[in-house]
């Protein structure tokens, strides 16, 4: 795992594909894949989401790059620090692992939003496509191929701004808040999938 330098992104990339584009399969961690909750620090309290794991065993199954895409504003806010943000990462990477299941890289912003303090234009906290542009160039990755999932709008604006044509908006997390919001997303380009 890696830290940028200027403390921006994390990056934790664990498989890499062989050469050649490959689709990915990104998903937000926090209300998408594990049950929401707000600022979490703690590794006993990882809970996974059942729903979204017959996506990503799919994704293994097919060779898809499955990678986490987070805000972690709790460390730019100062609740918690990267130490435990990599402890309850270790603990996610257990569960799924007892699944059979394979997270291939995970990226994660500490900016908080402008409103709480954050920059007022991060290249990296979703709605920014920044993590997903940053892995397709690490992991080269085929976005015009890839999908997300996510619980928010922010979520599934980062990916069509990252030229992926498909957004899931899970109901898990701040899905049924943001259904509408989500849904505006959608042109002949970006195909917003609910459920």
């Known amino acids: 795992m890696t830290l940028s330098e200027n403390g921006d992104l994390w990056c934790d990339i664990r498989t890499l594909h062989p050469a050649g584009n490959h689709p990915a399969l990104f998903l937000d961690r926090d209300g998408t894949l594990i049950e929401l909750v707000d600022y979490l620090s703690d590794p006993a309290a990882v809970v996974l989401i059942g729903s979204v794991l017959e996506d990503i065993w799919q994704a293994n199954k097919d060779g898809h790059a499955v990678v986490i895409v987070t805000n ?16 309850v990462q270790a603990r996610l990477y257990d569960l ?54 996510g619980d928010s709008v922010s979520d599934l ?39």
């Open 72 to 87: 972690q504003s709790g460390i730019g806010r100062g609740y918690y620090r990267w130490a435990d943000f990599h402890a």
């Open 96 to 149: 799924l692992a007892a699944e059979d299941l394979v997270i291939d890289a995970t990226y994660a912003c500490p900016h908080p939003p402008p409103d709480a303090g954050g920059p007022a234009h991060s290249l990296y906290r979703k709605p920014a496509p920044g993590m997903l542009t940053r892995a397709a160039d690490d992991l080269n990755l085929d976005l015009s191929r890839s999908r997300i999932l």
């Open 157 to 195: 604006a980062a990916g069509k701004a990252a030229g992926l044509p498909v957004g899931i908006l899970v109901s898990d997390g701040y899905g049924a808040r943001d259904a509408e919001a989500a849904r505006v997303l959608a042109d002949d380009g970006f195909e917003v999938i609910r459920r």
